[in-house]
Nanobody, 123 residues
Framework: VQLVESGGGLVQPGGSLKLSCAIS????????VAWFRQVPGQEREGVSC?????FYTDDVKGRFIISRDKQKNAVYLHMDSLQPEDTGVYYC????????????????????WGQGTSVTVSS
């Protein structure tokens, strides 16, 4: 299983970005796929997960939307109203579970990761 993230970049506060996670080597259907964010020196932390429905942490709820395209075997994270605290390297991960696990925010839940895409929110 390979995951490849893209779509990161530099954006001003209040701006938007759409991250993509392309998956190959496995037909995910509605298996759980999560997005994580990591800041240097800190733990990788869960941001959102999607199976047949989306899950979000409180700090991104209402600003981020996770979606998937079954035909393209891809998962996306559309991020609006970006703030400096959203800065970090964003990773997508999966353990091929049928659903987002109860501990979906825990990085140790996932076995497959992409290489990450960097997001910087700064004026």
């Amino acid at each position: 299983v390979q995951l490849v993230e893209s779509g990161g970049g530099l954006v001003q506060p209040g701006g938007s970005l759409k991250l993509s996670c392309a998956i190959s080597g496995y037909d995910l259907q509605y298996n759980g796929v999560a997005w994580f964010r990591q800041v240097p020196g800190q733990e990788r932390e869960g941001v959102s997960c999607v199976d047949t429905m989306p899950f979000y942490t409180d700090d991104v709820k209402g600003r981020f939307i996770i979606s998937r395209d079954k035909q393209k075997n891809a998962v996306y994270l559309h991020m609006d109203s970006l703030q400096p605290e959203d800065t970090g390297v964003y990773y997508c991960g999966t353990n091929l579970y049928p659903r987002c696990p109860t501990a979906w925010k825990n990085k140790n839940t996932y076995r497959h990761w992409g290489q990450g895409t960097s997001v910087t929110v700064s004026s």
